[in-house]
């Protein structure tokens, strides 16, 4: 859109991903870019052809999908002109009749800002909101919006995260699934970095034997909410952050609140809700990080490691990557009382994990590395990472250590029952 001097105009096509009495949530499958020859431009600013705008309209009343106008101005920040103004409304009016029960979205991208609106058609009011934020998703995960709020705190990173890293850390929704042994860890290098809003999802309490590795939470914490824990810990590393508290997740529950975010921290202890993390991911195209550490003994020796997946759009999921046990998750979809019933027979989990703090640091800090790569544009985040601190990745004998590495990235299982058909 900013590669000329003047205006330039494209359609994204867009189908919804949740929407409820006040959110709306799109995601984009197309682009349709108009072509320079159907722009004009007199002294009441710049259009569109009619022919063009037909076409546009009529592909999408043939293709079922939504429409959003995006154009840029070269001078911010992002907002409609007065000449925007004129023909919004009307042109709503029109697509959301031609298109009933889609909305129908415009936005402006100037200086690397973006402001969108949409207009949705009940009955027949036609209202106006504005979209919270856009996340764009590949080699570099953004956040674009005309909010942003620098901060003198977090200047000593600016250079590492560039300027849309920090935007993006400023306006980007993050649901951390688990405030426990790792999630401690991930929810005080969220405010350190000074992610601005924050979903807590955690039902659990504080226990004396979680002290040896909660991080938030300290002797005088013991019986309290571990996430009213971790929200008091990270208001007091920065104040203006928005933390909103949610129950953990349940198999038979909807977690709406989580359909609505724009990237999902796994930190849990068991695979039946990391399926279902993995499933929300996959159907609401919502990048997912998964966190998983792990202490183990058998024939002598101790194993200690864990890793870091990063469940993308149009990427493998953790079935396809053959992280999940189905028979766990099986025992975790059961009632509470055919639980209780297995467990004294003998399946599903008896004891508590094994966990320790250094081990819990190091795979949520290695996590977070890749999470900053991704924002900052340095890099792709690596798709698996593993972390071994028991020196079995050792590269040369006789040469023990930790050792913490990505593996080859794999493409998406074809026919996986869980993300093939997305």
Not at 205 to 226: C, F, H, M, S
Not at 296 to 319: M, N, Q, W, Y
Not at 322 to 330: A, P, T, V
Not at 366 to 375: G, L, Q
Request: a negative charge; one cysteine or more.
């Amino acid at each position: 859109l900013t590669t000329t001097s003047g205006e330039r105009f494209a359609f994204a096509h867009t189908r919804p991903t949740h929407r409820d009495g006040t959110n709306t949530s799109l995601e984009v499958i197309g682009i349709e870019l108009v072509a320079d020859e159907d722009v004009h431009n007199d002294r009441s600013g710049w259009s569109l052809s009619e022919n063009a705008l037909d076409q546009v309209h009529n592909n999408a009343v043939r293709s079922g999908y939504g429409l959003v106008e995006f154009h840029n101005h070269h001078v911010g920040p992002a907002g409609f002109s007065r000449t925007d103004e004129a023909g919004l409304v009307p042109t709503a009016s029109y697509a959301t009749e031609l298109m009933p029960g889609r909305p129908y979205g415009a936005g402006v991208y100037a200086e690397g800002e973006l402001h969108v609106e949409f207009w949705v058609r009940d009955d027949t009011r036609l209202t106006r909101r504005t979209f919270d934020a856009v996340a764009v998703l590949g080699p570099h995960l953004r956040v674009l919006t005309s909010s942003f709020r620098p901060s003198e705190r977090l200047d000593r990173q600016s250079v590492l995260l560039g300027e849309q890293g920090r935007r993006t850390l400023s306006n980007i929704r993050i649901a951390l699934v688990g405030v426990g042994g790792t999630g401690a860890h991930a929810a005080l290098a969220m405010a350190y970095l000074g992610v601005q809003r924050v979903l807590l999802v955690e039902s659990d309490l504080v226990e004396l034997t979680n002290l040896n590795r909660l991080v938030t939470a300290d002797l005088n914490d013991i019986g309290q909410p571990k996430a009213e824990v971790a929200r008091r810990r990270m208001l007091a590393i920065e104040p203006k952050m928005e933390v909103t508290i949610l129950d953990a997740v349940g198999f038979g529950k909807t977690h709406p609140q989580l359909h609505d975010v724009d990237l999902i921290i796994g930190c849990v202890d068991h695979d039946g809700p990391r399926h279902l993390l993995n499933e929300l991911a996959v159907r609401y195209s919502i990048p997912y990080i998964d966190i998983a550490t792990g202490v183990a003994s058998g024939c002598g020796e101790v194993t200690i490691g864990g890793r870091v997946i990063v469940v993308a759009p149009g990427g493998p999921c953790l079935h396809c990557l053959g992280e999940l046990d189905h028979s766990e998750i099986g025992r975790w979809s059961k009632e509470p009382g055919q639980q209780a019933l297995d467990r004294q027979h003998g399946y599903g989990d008896t004891d508590a994990n094994p966990s320790v703090v250094h081990l819990n640091g190091l795979a949520v800090h290695a996590a977070m590395s890749e999470f900053i790569a991704w924002i900052s544009g340095n890099r792709e985040p690596a798709q698996y990472l593993d972390i071994d601190l028991s020196g079995f990745l050792a590269t040369k004998a006789g040469a023990p250590g930790v050792r913490i590495g990505p593996r080859e990235p794999v493409a998406r299982v074809l026919g996986c029952f869980a993300c093939g058909q997305a």
